[in-house]
């Protein structure tokens, strides 16, 4: 009796994924984004390479670039979130280990210095984010690049993107990259002006200053604050600034200049 012979089958073996390369019975992944123009020579800047072009794409999107409520959330607001939170945590950590003899006064006050608006967004300039943020043609031909609320913005989302995309090692060494020479430079302690009104008001026998907000313009997104301070037997000071505590700073430092007083301000 003569065996059959078996029939050798010419197909390839079922490798249990598709033509894509995903498993059979999965949607193929989405085509990643390429990166935009200018995004390769920004993580030249920060010494990072992003893993996920679109996170880095995302951090770098103002709100005024989208259109529907949709799509909001494609914005850098919620990274934002996220950075402030990473830079306080990362700053802490430095001033934490490069003071040792600092109380708990003098590292808040160098900590609020630190991670203020202003200087975030001084760090956005010297990372050249201006030429590299999306926004919308009446945000853009308003000055939009170089408003320091916007840039304080998306360096801090810029942070929130490096802290999902590398984890917590790679935002904390792009924070101390940018941020380790003006922490030293801070050699001595730093009294802010409402501090150091405060404290000038005591010496004089005058209650605590108190502060109001009199005045507000600009798009709500990013307002601009008008704060008066008041102390009696004084005119008040007004200051401006893109957050009331800027504006409440700058009044603060108004009232000290006129009554020839200097605020301890370091180099901040």
Not at 148 to 173: Q, R
Not at 217 to 227: K, M
């Amino acid at each position: 009796m003569r065996r059959k012979k078996k029939i050798r089958s010419s197909a390839p073996a079922d490798s249990g994924k598709n033509e894509s390369g995903a498993p059979r019975g999965s949607a193929a992944a989405p085509p990643r984004k390429r990166r935009r123009k200018g995004t390769g020579a920004l993580e030249d800047r920060i010494g990072y390479r992003f893993k996920d072009a679109d996170l880095l794409d995302c951090a770098l999107t103002h709100i005024s670039a989208l259109t529907g409520a949709s799509n909001r959330m494609a914005s850098y607001q919620r990274l934002e979130f996220l950075g402030d939170h990473v830079l306080g945590l990362v700053v802490s950590d430095m001033l934490f280990r490069n003071f040792p003899k600092a109380n708990e006064g003098e590292l808040s006050r160098r900590l609020a210095d630190l991670v203020r608006k202003e200087t975030c967004a001084d760090m956005a300039r010297k990372l050249e984010l201006g030429a590299v943020i999306r926004l919308g043609s009446s945000e853009a031909g308003s000055g939009g690049r170089s408003r320091d609320a916007i840039l304080a913005d998306v360096c801090e989302s810029l942070i929130g993107a490096v802290f999902l995309d590398g984890g917590y090692t790679a935002a904390a060494a792009l924070v101390e990259k940018l941020w380790d020479e003006r922490m030293r430079s801070l050699a001595r302690p730093l009294r802010d002006p409402k501090t150091t009104l405060q404290e000038w008001a005591q010496g004089r026998g005058l209650p605590t200053p108190t502060y109001r907000e009199v005045g507000r313009s600009g798009p709500h997104h990013s307002p601009e604050f008008r704060i008066a301070v008041e102390l009696p037997k004084l005119a008040p000071a007004e200051g401006i600034g893109r957050s009331k505590r800027a504006a409440e700073q700058a009044a603060a430092e108004a009232l000290l200049q006129r009554e020839g007083v200097a605020a301890d301000r370091g180099n901040g």
